[in-house]
């Protein structure tokens, strides 16, 4: 399975340490244009499909965001992550069904339109607290998507 981690912070690098340790592929990438660059072909509109799992700070520094994107989240106040990932599902065949999503906001500050639009299948969101933990979940939750992926 291969994995790209949108993470601004040394936090990615031991998430991508782990995640190495138990043989999954593993992309860190420290900001959206780098992000963008893995997942689209050069004309930045076509899909790459090259990973099958995504995990994404949903705070992020919005630098190096398209102009579209930035008036998103000014216009419906959504963490630069989750905006992101909004964009990158109205791509046209955008494969990837396995998001895992986490934040250090307490979930009480969360929005509740971005909680209902959770597919509990394929997103999830991880508090942070520590890395151990989030580690630990997005281990648990990928070992499950590998079982479904496989028909287990």
């Not at 949903?58 to 990932?85: D, Q, R, S, T, V």
């Not at 151990?132 to 499950?144: E, K, S, T």
Request: aromatic share 10%; charged share 25%.
């Amino acid at each position: 399975m291969k994995i790209l981690i949108l993470e601004d912070s040394h936090a990615a690098d031991d998430l991508a340490e782990m995640l190495r340790d138990e043989s999954y592929q593993v992309k860190p990438c420290a900001n959206f244009a780098d992000a963008m660059y893995e997942l689209f072909e050069s004309d930045m509109i076509t899909p790459t499909c090259a990973y099958d799992a995504l995990i994404i700070d949903l705070m992020m520094p919005i630098m190096h965001l398209p102009e579209n994107i930035k008036n998103e989240i000014k216009a419906k106040h959504y963490p630069p992550g989750w905006a992101f990932y909004r964009f990158l599902e109205k791509a046209d065949n955008f494969l990837i069904n396995n998001t895992i999503f986490y934040t250090a906001f307490p979930d009480r500050l969360l929005s509740a339109a971005i909680k209902d639009s959770i597919d509990h299948e394929t997103l999830k969101i991880i508090q942070k607290n520590s890395i151990q933990p989030i580690i630990d979940q997005a281990m648990r939750l990928l070992r499950n998507c590998n079982r479904r992926n496989r028909g287990d």
